[in-house]
């Protein structure tokens, strides 16, 4: 059921503003915007999906403009905002190239990033009212 | 937990559960929808693992 905050269209300020707070914290812009039962998925799941990742001892991979796929994986990995920030501010995500399970875990983090990417868009297009 | 099936089907579940939620509003089609993308992915998952098995990797 929709809300009635998400029935209409927002000023392009406040676009840009939910669309920040929802990269932040997956799930927050659909929250913000009354879709409730939507924003509690993607909070859960996008979190728990990158936390798993990490667990997974997957690398949180740097930007490093010389090699240019490791740039790609870098810009998904920070698609999940606010967990990101705070696993670097905690030194989480060194990965460990040797463990077993270091491919699984670099696709679970670098995959949350890209769907939390996809959840910004479609709060960006709530906010505009298309949806 | 950590075999490769084991991840593949978490994985398949949280990447279908966020598509669902995506794609549609109520929590009936997000199942259905959820639903068909799982068992697409497990299938998929396995029939190309499948493929895969006589080449020489």
């Known amino acids: 059921m929709r809300a009635a905050a998400a029935d209409r ?5 406040a676009i840009y503003l939910i669309c ?8 927050a812009g659909h929250l913000w915007l009354g879709r409730r039962q939507k924003g509690v998925v993607f909070l859960a799941a996008l979190t728990l999906m990158f936390a798993f990742g990490l667990w997974l001892e997957g690398r949180l991979f740097p930007f490093e403009i010389t090699q240019p796929l490791v740039v790609l994986a870098a810009i998904a990995d920070l698609g999940i905002g606010g ?9 989480a995500g060194a990965g460990r190239v040797v463990a077993i399970t270091y491919e699984y875990g670099n696709t679970f983090v670098i995959v949350a990033g890209l769907l939390n990417m996809l959840v910004v868009l479609d709060v960006f297009d709530i906010a505009k009212g298309r949806k | 937990m950590t075999s490769h099936i084991g991840l593949m089907l978490v994985f398949s579940a949280a990447v279908s559960i966020v598509f669902a939620v995506l794609a549609r509003d109520e929590p009936k089609q997000q199942i259905a929808l959820g639903a068909r993308l799982f068992g697409g ?5 396995i029939l190309i693992g499948w493929l895969l098995y006589p080449l020489p990797l």
Do not use: C
Not at chain 1, 9 to 13: D, F, K, L, M, T
Not at chain 1, 20 to 27: E, F, Q
Not at chain 1, 83 to 91: E, N, T
Not at chain 2, 41 to 45: D, I, K
């Open chain 1, 9 to 13: 269209a927002q000023s392009p300020s």
């Open chain 1, 20 to 27: 920040a707070v929802a990269w932040l914290i997956p799930g």
């Open chain 1, 83 to 91: 967990p990101y920030l705070v696993a670097k501010a905690l030194g």
């Open chain 2, 41 to 45: 992915f497990v299938g998929a998952g």
